[in-house]
């Protein structure tokens, strides 16, 4: 018996599109999903206020001054003369020690409750570095005033007798017990105290998520625990270690009381960091408010405008930083 073949009709291209796949949630769902939306929008729209005001309370100064505001180092309410072109490298002068002294400490401390303190010793530490975040930093100031302080003129002082050949250690006055008060290295390690924390929870958190499986792999490969570590665990958290150092970059750029309670107030630009002087923005600020008239109140929004400007780009980068990082996307497989 002959049987007849006959060829299956083609599909057409519309046959060929994937379908989209729609689930209808709960009221309850619903209601979540626009509320936790709300507020992911509200930030940005917060965020945007601000900037506005900013913008519209500082117009005056930034349009009286032009681009000279950034340039002029002096601040002179007589005839109002300002200027941030001094203050604002004293900000990233500070944030910069800060940063240079805090985050190797606090990589290091992450690492070891990570990796190396046992039990009951780790849960002390994480408290410990807990509570360091939640002292108010008045309280950082008023220590670092009075106790850190003139316990550091000393060492202020060798350092620039010994290492004057590096330019920033040098000073152009007299030695003195006050050459040293008040110095810009001083207030960067009292800010660093409050880098530490942030960055030690947040490089804690990354390197706790390294994969078990790759961990048990390099040691199964005859590695030691450092040889882990190096291999596994800093590889992994890389990413999420830049973006807590760029974080408590930005909480350095914008620490007001501590340094407004230890730095000697200067306008000029101080590139010789142990010696007395310097200011920063947010310390600019919280001294000038109180007394200053309506231009100077616009010179200061203009100020802060530029702090803020500064710590967004900083914080921003962070984020770039931690979304492209491995830290948290690979599994146990």
């Known amino acids: 018996m002959a049987v007849a073949l006959t060829r299956a009709p083609s599909a057409s291209a519309g046959d060929d599109t994937p379908r989209t796949i729609v689930s209808r949630g709960s009221r309850g769902d619903v209601i979540f999903r626009s509320i936790l939306r709300a507020a992911g929008l509200s930030s940005f ?52 020690i800060a940063a240079l002294v805090g985050i190797p400490i606090a990589v290091g401390t992450a690492i070891f409750i990570s990796e190396y303190a046992p039990g009951r010793l780790k849960r002390i530490l994480i408290a410990v570095i807990d509570l360091m975040a939640a002292i108010p930093s008045i309280i950082y100031g008023v220590w670092g005033r009075f106790f850190l302080m003139p316990r550091l003129v000393g060492t202020m002082s060798w350092l620039s007798n010994h290492l004057n050949w590096f330019p920033p250690f040098k000073t152009t006055v007299a030695y003195s017990a006050s050459t040293f008060v008040g110095s810009p290295a001083i207030a960067g390690l009292v800010v660093s105290l409050m880098v530490i924390p942030i960055v030690t929870s947040l490089s804690r958190e990354v390197f706790s998520q390294a994969p078990q499986g790759e961990r048990e792999g390099a040691y199964a490969l005859g590695s030691t625990r450092w040889g882990m570590i190096r291999t596994v665990v800093l590889p992994f958290g890389r990413g999420g270690v830049i973006g807590a150092a760029m974080l408590g970059i930005g909480r350095a750029l914008g620490e007001t009381i501590a340094v407004l309670l230890i730095i000697s107030q200067a306008y000029n630009l101080n590139w010789h960091v142990l010696q007395s002087g310097g200011s920063s923005v947010a310390s600019l600020i919280a001294g000038s408010w109180a007394s200053a008239d309506t231009n100077q109140l616009s010179a200061l929004m203009a100020a802060g405008l530029t702090l803020f400007a500064l710590t967004l780009v900083v914080n921003s980068l962070a984020s770039i930083v931690i979304n492209r990082s491995r830290s948290g996307t690979a599994t146990n497989d």
Request: proline residues 2%; charged residues 10%.
């Open 45 to 96: 729209a917060i965020t945007g206020l601000i900037l506005i005001f900013l913008i519209y309370r500082g117009w005056w100064a930034l349009r009286t001054d032009g681009f000279s505001f950034f340039t002029k180092q002096n601040w002179v309410f007589v005839g109002n003369e300002f200027g941030i072109g001094g203050i604002l490298p004293d900000t990233v002068i500070i944030a910069a």
